[in-house]
């Protein structure tokens, strides 16, 4: 059988913006991660049910467009401490391979402890997820830091935290009056959509969530928030310049250990901004000791 074509470059722009874009509040659920030394306080991380990630694909590809994969591998004889005691036990290992024929394929992997509740399904979960994330999907909720709130007797938190705008979906972002729609500019959203190939996915799809409240340049909701966005983009630009200065300068065989210190095949691989930042001010800072 001949082999299905694969999406066109629109269309794969069009399926990771939809991909990318963030789950209703109302299917995001907050975990207690580390708590105080008195138990009164703890931090707290967003998470989604696996449900809602396959919501999304069942969505966009119809569930017979997509498909996964388990395989699945057990550590024994591992020490685990709980409070303060040692005891030996054992490590469940996922790893999930997620296909979407047209598209492409990406490998996730999970780890539980094989003593704890459920531990194949939350290995399962985490290398699902991890998967997912290499196609956009559920990444956002990586970026979001964690945050300190009040834990009740049983350990619950008594108010959730608060989502940022930029880990809204467009529609419920507008619906809260959080940013008014407004008329857009099609030169601006030319313009933002050009800085793609200058910065890299990774720092373009970063400006994009947190200056124009938007995983897609054509659905930024007003022209003030695509100027916000053109600006972040230029300026991220001239970090490039900066970086492509101090390598017409005989800087290049420093930038080439920095990026496979980072594990990055170009500069731009560089996944957000404060890899950029961290790229341009170790750069500037070799320069003038090398030079000396």
């Known amino acids: 059988m001949p082999t299905p074509r694969k999406f066109s470059a629109a269309e794969q722009l069009r399926l990771y913006a939809l991909l990318e874009t963030p789950f209703s509040p109302s299917e995001i659920n907050w975990r ?7 138990g009164r306080r703890g931090k707290v991380l967003p998470y989604a049910d696996p449900r809602v990630y396959t919501d999304r694909l069942n969505q966009l590809f119809t569930p017979s467009g997509w498909s996964r994969t388990y395989n699945m591998a057990a550590l024994p004889n591992v020490v685990r401490e709980i409070d303060g005691r040692e005891f030996v ?14 598209l492409g394929t990406h490998t996730g992997t999970g780890e539980e402890w ?19 994330s290499c196609f ?3 990444r956002y909720l990586y970026r979001i830091p ?6 009740d007797r049983r350990g619950t938190p008594k108010r959730l935290p608060a989502l940022p705008h930029w880990a809204l979906p467009p529609d419920v972002l507008m619906e809260h009056g959080g940013e008014p729609k407004g008329p857009i500019d099609p030169k601006l959203t030319g313009k933002i959509e050009a800085f793609r190939a200058v910065l890299g996915l990774g720092v373009y799809g970063e400006i994009l969530s947190r200056a124009g409240f938007s995983h897609d340049a054509r659905l930024i909701p007003n ?6 966005a053109l600006r972040w983009m230029e300026a991220a630009a001239r ?17 080439d250990a920095l990026l496979d210190h980072l594990k990055l095949g170009s500069i731009q691989d560089l996944p957000s901004l404060d890899a950029l930042r961290f790229m341009v001010d170790t750069l500037e800072g070799v320069m003038p000791r090398t030079a000396a």
């Open 32 to 38: 207690v991660v580390c708590k105080g030394q008195r």
């Open 223 to 228: 022209a003030n928030r695509q100027k916000d």
């Open 89 to 102: 036990t054992g490590k469940v290992l996922m790893s999930c391979v997620l296909t979407i024929p047209r």
């Open 114 to 132: 094989a003593d704890s509740e459920m531990a194949v399904t939350s290995a399962e979960a985490q290398a699902f997820k991890r998967a997912s």
């Open 239 to 255: 970090g490039y310049d900066r970086i492509a200065r101090i390598c017409s300068t005989g800087g290049t065989h420093h930038l």
């Open 146 to 151: 964690e945050r300190w709130v009040d834990l």
């Open 136 to 138: 956009g999907l559920g």
